[in-house]
């Protein structure tokens, strides 16, 4: 697509529910990250993938989050028993990496904004 | 962990004055990258610094990286009410034999213009 692409643009739980946030990068980009900013912050990292796997997810805060990318395109992040704290811009980015010829530059989604009550 | 410190937090300039905006890492960076936010929207891409010393024009806009690798910064000549937004600089760690990875972004700063 022209631009990497997150459905819900906004997405209203209550404390203790599940959420699925989806993330569509920009076609070819094989490299794929998952950041989080709360009001007045910058993105915070929480994991990226090169391809299918997990190649660092080590800014997931805890084991309630869990993302996947099953083939290498469309990533989901997953929160499990949402609490309040959650409550942020949920960014996706997507690039191309230099040794696959890209530039590495990261380009970001629209954001999905996650309210927990 | 890698930090990365944007000063100001907040700059409130007159249109046509001058902007500035400092960035510095607690460690090497491999490259930088600087980012603009409008109110509401998501981080836009501007530009990426990856040489030691490197200084780089968009117009307006002028990035420099320190030769040291663990500064930056974004100047703005003769500022326009367009320019509003938060600047964010976001840096990639060296770890040899990656040319990928997160992102570490500062706190950014927040312009306000005045015309």
Redesign the interface.
């Known amino acids: 697509g022209a631009g990497v692409s997150q459905t819900p643009s906004n997405k209203v739980t209550e404390k203790g529910k599940y959420v699925e946030l989806r993330c569509d990068p920009i076609s070819g980009h094989t490299?794929l990250?998952w950041?989080r900013q709360s009001l007045g912050?910058?993105?915070?990292?929480l994991i990226?993938f090169?391809g299918t796997g997990a190649?660092?997810d080590?800014?997931l805060p805890n084991d309630r989050f869990f993302a996947v990318r099953p083939e290498g395109s469309v990533s989901t992040l997953k929160i499990q028993r949402t609490e309040r704290g959650d409550s942020a811009v949920y960014?996706c980015a997507s690039?191309f990496?230099?040794?696959r010829g890209g530039?590495?530059?990261?380009?970001?989604?629209?954001?999905t904004r996650l309210t927990v009550l | 962990g890698q930090q990365v410190m944007q000063i100001p937090q907040y700059q409130h300039v007159q249109e046509g004055e001058d902007f500035t905006t400092y960035c510095n890492s607690s460690t090497t960076l491999s490259n930088i990258q600087w980012y603009k936010q409008r109110p509401g929207g998501h981080p836009v891409f501007l530009i990426q610094l990856v040489k030691s010393g490197e200084v780089k024009k968009q117009k307006r806009l002028t990035f420099q990286f320190g030769e040291a690798k663990k500064n930056s910064s974004l100047h703005i000549t003769a500022t326009q009410t367009t320019d509003v937004g938060t600047y964010f600089c976001a840096g990639k760690k060296s770890a040899g034999g990656t040319s990928y990875g997160k992102l570490t972004f500062g706190q950014g700063t927040i312009l306000t213009v005045h015309p």
Do not use: K
Request: hydrophobic letters at 20%; proline letters at 11%.
């Open positions: 490299a990250y950041y912050q910058g993105p915070e990292f990226y090169q190649a660092d080590s800014g960014l690039s990496p230099l040794d530039t590495d530059t990261q380009y970001f989604g629209p954001g």
